[in-house]
C-alpha cells in the first residue's frame, strides 16, 4: 500500500505543485485548494503509472487526503 | 461624444521581442523576416517549415511546472502579454465593469495534437481529464477572466487572421455603449505545430523558401511565394479616456464584414474590403485623405496582395497613401496579427515613421508600398486584416 500512497502523494506534486512536506491524512482537500478536477488529474496519473482504469464516480466523501488515498487504494486493489 | 475609446496599456510576446518599444525598433530595422527552420518528426517525412517564433519567451521563466501542465502554449503567450498590459497602466475599475475580448483563430493547437496523439496510440483513457477545459475555444478568455478577476463579458472572436484587429474593434463598442468601463483586448496564437504547419503547408499557402528564411515573407513584392506562420499575443487595455490623457492611441473607428465569396480566396476586386474600409472610415468620420498610411493586411500571398491593392485604390483613388505591412518582419501571427499590428501602428504614428516593408524589392501591385521608411506627420493611420472564411476587419487609429 505504501507504493499506492507514494504514487498518490508523487501525482499531487505534480498537479498542484504543492509539496507533500506538512500534509497529514487530515489534511482537508478544499484547505488545499485540490477540487475534483484536481483529483481527477491525480487519478489519471495513478491510473497511468499502475496501468488500470479507475471509476472515480463518487467525489462525495472526499474531504480529507486520507480519504482520497483510502479511495485510491480500494480502487486499485480491487 | 466627449470621450475617445483609447489605448492605456499595451503588451506584447512575439518574433520582435517582449517589448512595444522594441517591435517598433525592429520593425523600422525591416531587416528580414525573423524566421526559421523548424523541423518535427512524423510518420511520413518529416514535416519541415519556417516559422516565426517567440523566441525570447521562455515559459518556465513565467509558470510553475503544474501551471504549464493546465496551459497551451496560446494561454502563456495571452497571460504575459495581457500581464504586461495590465501593468502598464493604472489599477483596474470594478471587477463587474471590466470586460475581456480576445482573438484568437486556430485555439490550442499544440494541446489538441498531443492529446489526439495520446488517444491514437493508447485510447481514451489516455486523454486528460483537463483537454476540454484546455482546448475549448474560450479556454484564454475564462483563464485571464480568472487571473484578474474581471466579471464583465469574456468574448473569444474568431475571425481567423482578421480576430485581432476584431477583438480591439468590438472591445471598443463595448466602451461606446457603455457595457464595460475597462476592456482587455487583444489576440493571441500558437500555430507552430506540426498539425498546423503540415496543414497550411497542404493548402500552399506557405513560403518554401527554406533556404533563405529572411527572405521568406515578402508582402507586395514579385518574388512572394506564401506566408510564414507566427506566433505571439498582443494586448492592450481599452477604456473611454478624457481628452487629452496620455494614451498607447486611440481607436476611432472599427468596420467588420464578410466577402461572402470564397473560404480562402478573398474577393478578387477587393469590393468587399474597400467597403470595410470605408465603413471603418465613416465610423470615425474621417474622411479617406485624413488617412496618413496604412498598415495592410499584406500577407505575402498573391491572391491577398493583388485584392488588398485593389481594394486600397478603390478606397484612396489616385493618391498614393503610404502602406506598411509588418509580416514581413513577423510573419503571419493569424489571430493575434491585428492585435500586434494595432500596436506596431500606434508606435508608428508616435514616432512619426511609418516602418518599410520587408524584403520589398520589386512590388507588382500598384500601390505605394513602402520599402523605405517614411515621415508621416498624419495622427491618423488605417489598419486591415483578412481573414479565411472571407472576414474582413478594419481599424482606425489614431
Known amino acids: 500500500m505504501t507504493h499506492i500512497r507514494d504514487s498518490v502523494l508523487n501525482a499531487l506534486e505534480v498537479v498542484t505543485g504543492r509539496e507533500r512536506v506538512g500534509l497529514t491524512d487530515d489534511s482537508r482537500l478544499n484547505d488545499l485548494g485540490i477540487d475534483s478536477m484536481d483529483l481527477l488529474e491525480i487519478g489519471a496519473i495513478v491510473e497511468q503509472q499502475f496501468d488500470v482504469e479507475l471509476d472515480i464516480d463518487d467525489f462525495a466523501d472526499i474531504e480529507t487526503l486520507g480519504d482520497a488515498i483510502e479511495l485510491f487504494e480500494r480502487l486499485l486493489v480491487r | 461624444m466627449n470621450s475617445q475609446v483609447a489605448a492605456v496599456g499595451a503588451g506584447v510576446v512575439g518574433p520582435a521581442g517582449t517589448t512595444v518599444d522594441g517591435l517598433r525598433v525592429v520593425l523600422q530595422r525591416a531587416a528580414g523576416t525573423l524566421a526559421e527552420l523548424v523541423t518535427y518528426p512524423s510518420a511520413g517525412a518529416d514535416v519541415t517549415f519556417l516559422a516565426c517564433s517567440a523566441s525570447d519567451f521562455e515559459p518556465e521563466n513565467h509558470f510553475a511546472?503544474?501551471?504549464?501542465?493546465?496551459?497551451?502554449?496560446?494561454?502563456?503567450?495571452?497571460?504575459?502579454?495581457?500581464?504586461?498590459?495590465?501593468?502598464?497602466?493604472?489599477?483596474?475599475?470594478?471587477?463587474?465593469?471590466?470586460?475581456?475580448?480576445?482573438?484568437?483563430?486556430?485555439?490550442?493547437?499544440?494541446?489538441?495534437?498531443?492529446?489526439?496523439?495520446?488517444?491514437?496510440?493508447?485510447?481514451?483513457?489516455?486523454?486528460?481529464?483537463?483537454?476540454?477545459?484546455?482546448?475549448?475555444?474560450?479556454?484564454?478568455?475564462?483563464?485571464?477572466?480568472?487571473?484578474?478577476?474581471?466579471?464583465?463579458?469574456?468574448?473569444?472572436?474568431?475571425?481567423?487572421?482578421?480576430?485581432?484587429?476584431?477583438?480591439?474593434?468590438?472591445?471598443?463598442?463595448?466602451?461606446?455603449?457603455?457595457?464595460?468601463?475597462?476592456?482587455?483586448?487583444?489576440?493571441?496564437?500558437?500555430?507552430?505545430?506540426?498539425?498546423?504547419?503540415?496543414?497550411?503547408?497542404?493548402?500552399?499557402?506557405?513560403?518554401?523558401?527554406?533556404?533563405?528564411?529572411?527572405?521568406?515573407?515578402?508582402?507586395?513584392?514579385?518574388?512572394?511565394?506564401?506566408?510564414?506562420?507566427?506566433?505571439?499575443?498582443?494586448?492592450?487595455?481599452?477604456?473611454?479616456?478624457?481628452?487629452?490623457?496620455?494614451?498607447?492611441?486611440?481607436?476611432?473607428?472599427?468596420?467588420?464584414?464578410?466577402?461572402?465569396?470564397?473560404?480562402?480566396?478573398?474577393?478578387p476586386d477587393g469590393g468587399a474590403a474597400a467597403a470595410c474600409m470605408r465603413?471603418?472610415?465613416?465610423?470615425?468620420?474621417?474622411?479617406?485623405?485624413?488617412?496618413?498610411?496604412?498598415?495592410?493586411?499584406?500577407?505575402?500571398?498573391?491572391?491577398?496582395?493583388?485584392?488588398?491593392?485593389?481594394?486600397?485604390r478603390m478606397v484612396f483613388g489616385s493618391r498614393p497613401v503610404p502602406v506598411t505591412a509588418n509580416k514581413g518582419v513577423l510573419g503571419h501571427l493569424i489571430g493575434a496579427a491585428g492585435a500586434m499590428e494595432a500596436i506596431a501602428t500606434w508606435a508608428a504614428l508616435r514616432a512619426g515613421v511609418v516602418p518599410p516593408i520587408a524584403n520589398l524589392a520589386a512590388s507588382d501591385v500598384d500601390l505605394n508600398a513602402l520599402s523605405e521608411p517614411a515621415p508621416t506627420d498624419s495622427p491618423y493611420a488605417l489598419s486591415n486584416s483578412f481573414g479565411f472564411g472571407g472576414h474582413n476587419a478594419t481599424l482606425v487609429l489614431g
Do not use: K
Open chain 2, 65 to 267: 511546472p503544474h501551471e504549464l501542465r493546465r496551459m497551451d502554449r496560446a494561454h502563456q503567450l495571452a497571460i504575459v502579454a495581457a500581464d504586461a498590459a495590465l501593468a502598464s497602466c493604472g489599477p483596474s475599475p470594478e471587477p463587474d465593469r471590466c470586460a475581456i475580448v480576445i482573438g484568437s483563430g486556430l485555439g490550442a493547437p499544440g494541446y489538441l495534437q498531443g492529446q489526439i496523439a495520446a488517444f491514437t496510440l493508447r485510447g481514451p483513457r489516455a486523454i486528460s481529464p483537463m483537454a476540454i477545459p484546455i482546448a475549448m475555444a474560450n479556454s484564454v478568455a475564462g483563464n485571464l477572466a480568472i487571473r484578474y478577476g474581471f466579471r464583465g463579458p469574456a468574448n473569444t472572436i474568431n475571425m481567423a487572421c482578421a480576430s485581432g484587429s476584431a477583438a480591439i474593434g468590438e472591445a471598443m463598442w463595448l466602451l461606446r455603449t457603455g457595457r464595460a468601463d475597462r476592456v482587455l483586448a487583444g489576440g493571441v496564437e500558437a500555430p507552430i505545430t506540426a498539425g498546423s504547419a503540415a496543414s497550411f503547408a497542404r493548402m500552399e499557402a506557405m513560403s518554401a523558401r527554406l533556404a533563405d528564411p529572411a527572405a521568406a515573407s515578402r508582402p507586395f513584392d514579385r518574388g512572394r511565394d506564401g506566408l510564414v506562420l507566427g506566433e505571439g499575443a498582443a494586448f492592450v487595455v481599452l477604456e473611454r479616456a478624457a481628452p487629452g490623457a496620455e494614451v498607447v492611441g486611440h481607436v476611432l473607428g472599427y468596420m467588420a464584414n464578410s466577402d461572402a465569396h470564397h473560404m480562402v480566396a478573398p474577393r
Open chain 2, 279 to 312: 465603413g471603418a472610415l465613416a465610423d470615425a468620420a474621417l474622411a479617406a485623405d485624413a488617412i496618413g498610411h496604412v498598415n495592410a493586411h499584406g500577407t505575402s500571398t498573391r491572391l491577398n496582395d493583388e485584392a488588398e491593392a485593389s481594394a486600397l
